[in-house]
């Protein structure tokens, strides 16, 4: 297991941006799946976006807005998020897969609300 610390949610205006920190307390380099995920209010959590041995995936509603990316040597999971549109109003979660068997570490999300 690994604990996951997730900051740099807010309120932004449609068109803007804001970059997601995720925060591990292990070395992130050998881990399987690092992956964002976001819940808006009254559905699902969804898939956002992942990292799976450096190789990256989006969803198609955020595919060309938003980039995933690691540092390894600060443990940090990010999410670059541009062209922000109100329907990208949701809690926001970082999750780490150590191995790819599905024993998935949540963190406790970040508030991030798109609107004017």
């Known amino acids: 297991q690994v604990r996951l610390v997730e900051s740099g949610g807010g309120l932004v205006q449609p068109g803007g941006s804001l970059t997601l920190s995720c925060a591990a307390s292990?070395?992130?380099?050998?881990?399987?799946?690092l992956a964002w995920y976001r819940q808006a209010p009254g559905k699902e959590r969804d898939f956002v976006a992942r990292i799976t041995l450096g190789a990256t995936n989006y969803a198609e509603s955020v595919k060309g807005r938003f980039t995933i990316s690691r540092n390894i040597t600060k443990d940090t999971l990010y999410l670059q998020m541009d062209n922000l549109k109100p329907e990208d109003t949701a809690v926001y979660y970082c999750?780490?897969?150590?191995?790819?068997?599905?024993?998935?570490?949540w963190g406790q999300g970040t508030q991030v609300t798109v609107s004017s």
């Open positions: 999750s780490a897969d150590i191995d790819g068997r599905g024993s998935v570490s």
């Open positions: 292990r070395n992130i380099f050998s881990i399987y799946i």
